[in-house]
Each structure stands twice: as structure tokens, then as C-alpha cells.
């Protein structure tokens, strides 16, 4: 038997060069190049996992950002992020529903249901993790572009709602002043 090692060409994991299954997919290795075109996944929602909060980050930019109070920008904010985080959400669970993800500990994969309450609840870090799991169901890890792409996101939310609120404060303290300075008249 030989130490050598190669990469699964499903997955990209390490394994034996000999081998005839990947221990991490379970993919037949012997199949020809016509059966391996054949089954790799028929959807890939990547790059609409990936445009989502581009989208979502152009909008806090170009549109909340030229917002007026009288607007409700803090509402507005509030509508996107939460558009944004159902919706990579949703659509990583129809991906995942469509090449088959099933929960497996080793692979460290969840179902369909699994990913949605995942992404759902704890987007910062569930985005990226999807992005890298669908790595062994054949699909392209988008992990790095994730990861930029999160943190532009949110640190773009956070840019405009604190201006936002310190343009509420700002407002707050305008009006307080001009109390103090209109209570003697008003007794």
C-alpha cells in the first residue's frame, strides 16, 4: 500500500491516491469524466448568496444614506438587514435542499431546515460556514468572497446607523436647547 495522497476531485480533500471512494464525500472515484460532469450539482445559487448583501450594502450607500429623519432611515435600516439575512437564508436552504445536504457530523453538513434557522439566527458566522460546507456537495467554496462580503456588509450597516442616530442625538439636543431657552417665556 502507498502513503501517497491526492485530492478528491469533488470535495478537495486529501485522500489516498489509491482509493475508490472519498472517505469524506463518499464519491465514486472510478467513474469516467462523462459520469463525473454528470454528477456535478445541477444548481449552483452561489453567486446569488454572494449578491445579496452586495445589493443590500449598495442600497444602505446610495439610498438610506441620502435619507432625510422624516424618511425613517432607522426603519429602513432595520427592513434591510433583516430582507438581507432571510433571503441568503432562503436561498442557501434551496440550494441545499437541491444537491441533497443532509446533516453528517464528519462533514460537519446540516440539512436544508438546518442551514435556514442557522443563517437566520447567527448570520455572521452561519453565512460564511454555508458558503465553505457546500464545498463537499460539488459546489465551489465561496468562503473568502463570504467573508469580505459580510464584514463590508455589516460594517457598512453599522457606518450609516450610528451617523443615523447621531444625527437623531444631534436633533434631541437642538430641541432641548431651544426648550431651555424658551421655558422662562412660556411660565
Not at 454555508?130 to 459546489?139: E, N, S, T, V
Amino acid at each position: 500500500m502507498t502513503d501517497k495522497v491526492k485530492n478528491c476531485p469533488f470535495c478537495g480533500e486529501k485522500i489516498l491516491a489509491i482509493a475508490r471512494i472519498c472517505k469524506h464525500c463518499r464519491s465514486d472515484l472510478e467513474q469516467d469524466a462523462t459520469d463525473k460532469a454528470s454528477t456535478k450539482p445541477a444548481v449552483d445559487y452561489g453567486i446569488f448568496l454572494l449578491a445579496i448583501p452586495v445589493v443590500t450594502t449598495m442600497l444602505i450607500w446610495f439610498w438610506v444614506s441620502g435619507m432625510n429623519l422624516f424618511q425613517s432611515p432607522s426603519e429602513t435600516m432595520v427592513l434591510l438587514m433583516l430582507t438581507t439575512v432571510l433571503g441568503t437564508a432562503i436561498v442557501a436552504a434551496m440550494e441545499a435542499s437541491k444537491v441533497g445536504m443532509k446533516t453528517d457530523r464528519k462533514k460537519g453538513t446540516y440539512s436544508a431546515t438546518s442551514w435556514f434557522f442557522i443563517i437566520s439566527l447567527l448570520w455572521i458566522i452561519g453565512y460564511p460556514v454555508y458558503l465553505y460546507k457546500r464545498k463537499h456537495y460539488g459546489l465551489t467554496n465561496r468562503l473568502i468572497a463570504g467573508i469580505l462580503i459580510g464584514i463590508i456588509f455589516v460594517g457598512s450597516w453599522s457606518v450609516v446607523n450610528s451617523a443615523i442616530e447621531a444625527k437623531k442625538a444631534e436633533i434631541r439636543d437642538n430641541l432641548q436647547e431651544m426648550q431651555q431657552r424658551f421655558e422662562p417665556y412660556v411660565r
